[in-house]
Each structure stands twice: as C-alpha cells, then as structure tokens.
T-cell receptor, first 111, second 112 residues
Framework: SQQGEEDPQALSIQEGENATMNCSYK?????LQWYRQNSGRGLVHLIL?????REKHSGRLRVTLDTSKKSSSLLITASRAADTASYFC???????????FGKGTRLHILP | DGGITQSPKYLFRKEGQNVTLSCEQN?????MYWYRQDPGQGLRLIYY???????QKGDIAEGYSVSREKKESFPLTVTSAQKNPTAFYLC???????????FGSGTQLSVL
C-alpha cells in the first residue's frame, strides 16, 4: 500500500518560476517528509514537518501540512535547472515503524 | 566518510538463481529498510529492521528474504520465487524518533 499520493505526476516549468507539488495521505501521521531523487540515484532528504506543525521553510523550500485534509504541499521558489528531479513525500505513522512513500512528482525545469 | 554503501551497483540474475544485495552503514543507525522502485514509480517497502536480529515484512516481501546479524549490515536476498525481480533496489537507514532516512545509491537488478 502507498500512503502518499503526489500530484501532479509530472510538472514542467520555466526556470525562475515557482513549482508546487502536493501530497495526500490516508492515515494519521507522526511526521511527513519530502525527498528528492535524481535519475538513477538514491533519495536525498529535503525537509520534515511534524504533525503539530503547519508550515516550515528551508532555503527556497516551503512545506505546508493540513492534517484535517491529510495533505501537504512542497513549494520550490525561483526554480533552477538543477532542481530537475523527482520529488517524493513519505509518511511516518503513529501506528508502526513503516515509512511509506508516494509515487512522486517528476519536475522538469526548462531553461 | 559516514554513509550507506550498497553493492553491487548493477546485478544480473539468471532464471532460478538467488542473488544477494549488500547494504552496509556506518552511521550507527538502529533502523534499516529495503525498498523496491520500478521505472517511473514510487518506492515500495520490502522489509525493515528496527534492531539487530529482528525484522518485519513490508508491503511486498514475497520472494525476498533478509537478515540482520549486525547493526551495520542488512543484506537482501532476491530468491527464485520472485518472478519479476527487475527493479532498482534502495537501502536506507534512519535516525530514531523522526525516522529521517539516509539512502544508499541503489542496485539495479536485471534478469538475464
């Protein structure tokens, strides 16, 4: 089972624009994390937001969490060509120790 | 250098053969995980281990086996019972509490 579902599946934007990706999940969570994956590589942790937090910032990244809607969004501001990658949300539940990933959003930044 | 090392980077399996993927970490993390990734897809959890000598099945454990004899090592065996093993396999370890994951660089397994 996949807890998180990202939306959109793919996104192409011009360099300098902002990119927004969304994640929906099904059960109550302890925290939600966003990861980035360049093609053929391992994932890299970007940012973590706890269930009692609503918004968090890290550099050009902004994450929001709405536990009532069971959804999160990742905003990348002032996009760069190097931001081209796949982005995944992952949820850590209160129920067990599993960390479950969504299917990801493929982001392509056009020069 | 602290981190997670997966080997080999590429692996080929013949019909009926078992193959073992290596995962070693020197981060002193208690928890380790194995994920499978198919092209253009997300990660699916195969097995995970919170402590030495203990592990639990994930969502797609059939056809796979693991061991956790040492804290640093969590090898994954893809058995002949796994009929569609071609995929990218990722190993990760995590810090307690938040469960933030640190990933290896992956192993691409293909069937000859």
């Amino acid at each position: 089972s996949q807890q998180g579902e990202e939306d959109p599946q793919a996104l192409s934007i011009q360099e300098g624009e902002n990119a927004t990706m969304n994640c929906s999940y099904k059960t109550s969570i302890n925290n939600l994390q966003w990861y980035r994956q360049n093609s053929g590589r391992g994932l890299v942790h970007l940012i973590l937001i706890r269930s009692n937090e609503r918004e968090k910032h890290s550099g050009r990244l902004r994450v929001t969490l709405d536990t009532s809607k069971k959804s999160s969004s990742l905003l990348i501001t002032a996009s760069r060509a190097a931001d081209t990658a796949s982005y995944f949300c992952a949820t850590v539940t209160n129920r067990d120790d599993k960390i479950i990933f969504g299917k990801g959003t493929r982001l392509h930044i056009l020069p | 250098d602290g981190g997670i090392t997966q080997s080999p980077k590429y692996l080929f399996r013949k019909e009926g053969q078992n193959v073992t993927l290596s995962c070693e970490q020197n981060l002193n993390h208690d928890a380790m995980y194995w994920y499978r990734q198919d092209p253009g897809q997300g990660l699916r959890l195969i097995y995970y281990s919170q402590i030495v000598n203990d592990f639990q099945k994930g969502d797609i454990a059939e056809g796979y086996s693991v061991s956790r004899e040492k804290k640093e090592s969590f090898p994954l065996t893809v058995t002949s019972a796994q009929k569609n093993p071609t995929a990218f396999y990722l190993c990760a370890s995590s810090i307690g509490g938040t469960r933030r994951l640190f990933f290896g660089s992956g192993t691409q397994l293909s069937v000859l």
